[in-house]
């Protein structure tokens, strides 16, 4: 079964990255002027700092975010199930909730990747204080506790492996 700190992570995370994914998908609606402006105000601020997320050009930007979305969405899926499985006493809740933490993370270590590799070209106009309680702290948090959770999940899923009776090794598997 899930640890606490795991259910209470993954339903706070669905709630922001539904709420982000919508931001996105949305758009223009969700924008300045749009009828649901008021509902991504803290957007008019994070668009300044991260402008990858503000600007979507046309160069790339834009299909990569539309499509960051769009995996995000999917990753909602598989926690939800986690959720899901979590409740019914299932022990596939660990493997299923390990297997999306490890997606958000490496997802979220590309979107990083991709500000570095372009020179900080959507955030280097930010101040110090900005970049890290704006840009890197936020998402940070979807690298760290998705990580916890690997390690977490990780290690009670090999302790199970682990524990299962070892095949003859003189026996060839075909």
């Known amino acids: 079964m899930l640890p606490t700190w795991v259910v209470v992570w993954i339903q706070v995370s669905i709630l922001i990255v539904l709420w982000d994914a919508s931001f996105v998908l949305l758009r223009p609606l ?18 300044t700092v991260d402008k990858m997320y503000g600007h ?5 930007t834009k299909f990569f975010i539309v499509a960051q979305s769009i995996v ?16 019914q006493k299932d022990p596939r809740c660990e493997l299923v909730a390990f297997s999306a933490s490890l997606c958000v993370a490496a997802k979220t270590v590309l979107y990083a990747t991709v500000e570095v590799v372009s020179g900080s070209r959507h955030t280097s106009q930010n101040n110090w204080a900005d970049f890290i309680f704006l840009y890197v702290i936020p998402n940070g948090l979807w690298i ?4 916890l959770i690997v390690v977490t999940l990780g290690s009670r899923i090999a302790t199970r492996l682990y ?3 070892n095949p003859d090794p003189k026996k060839k598997h075909k």
């Open 144 to 147: 760290v506790f998705p990580m």
């Open 56 to 60: 979507m050009e046309e160069d790339g």
């Open 30 to 47: 969700s924008m300045e002027g749009g009828p649901y402006e008021a509902i991504y105000a803290p957007y008019k601020k994070y668009i």
């Open 163 to 165: 524990a299962l009776p």
């Open 72 to 87: 995000n969405l999917v990753e909602v899926t598989f926690l939800q199930i986690s959720i899901f499985l979590h409740l």
